[in-house]
C-alpha cells in the first residue's frame, strides 16, 4: 500500500475532470447527477468485469469510480479528510506481530461481526 507524500496528500496530482474554464463553476458532477448515472448501471456482479469497466471507467462520465484506474479516476487521499486516515495506513503498514489486543478488544471485534451477520444472512439480501 502506498502512502501519499505531502504534495499528493493536498490533491496536487489530481486532475480536474473538465477543463479550467468549466472547473471553476462546476468541477465536478453533483451528487444527483452520480446518482441517476449509477441508477442505470448494470449489478455489481456484471460492473466488476474487465469489459464492463473498459466502458464505464472513462474520465468524464459521472458514475466513474475513483479507483485509480485509469490513472485519471485517481481521488485525492483520503488522509486530506482528518489524521485518523493517516493514522490508519501507517497502522495498516505495521506487522501484525506488533500488535497487542486484549481480552475486551476481542469480545468487542467478536459481538461486533456477530451482530453485523443479522443484517446480512444470505446473498440476496
Not at 20 to 49: D, M, N, Y
Not at 65 to 81: D, E, N, Q, V
Not at 97 to 112: G, H, I, V
Given at each position: 500500500?502506498?502512502v501519499p507524500t ?23 458532477p453533483c451528487r ?94
Amino acid at each position: 500500500m502506498l502512502v501519499p507524500t505531502e504534495a499528493e496528500s493536498l490533491g496536487a496530482r489530481i486532475q480536474p475532470r473538465h477543463s479550467t474554464k468549466e472547473a471553476h463553476s462546476h468541477q465536478f458532477p453533483c451528487r444527483e447527477e452520480i446518482a441517476q448515472a449509477a441508477r442505470k448501471r448494470e449489478s455489481p456482479s456484471t460492473g466488476a468485469k474487465d469489459s464492463t469497466l473498459c466502458v464505464t471507467q472513462k474520465d468524464g462520465r459521472p458514475d466513474a469510480m475513483y479507483s485509480g484506474r485509469p490513472f485519471k479516476l485517481t481521488a485525492p487521499a483520503i488522509t486530506i479528510y482528518h489524521p485518523v486516515f493517516a493514522t490508519f495506513l501507517k497502522r495498516m503498514k505495521e506487522p501484525l506481530a506488533t500488535f497487542q489486543f486484549s481480552d475486551e478488544e476481542f469480545d468487542r471485534a467478536n459481538k461486533f461481526i456477530t451482530e453485523s451477520l443479522a443484517f446480512f444472512p444470505d446473498k440476496r439480501t
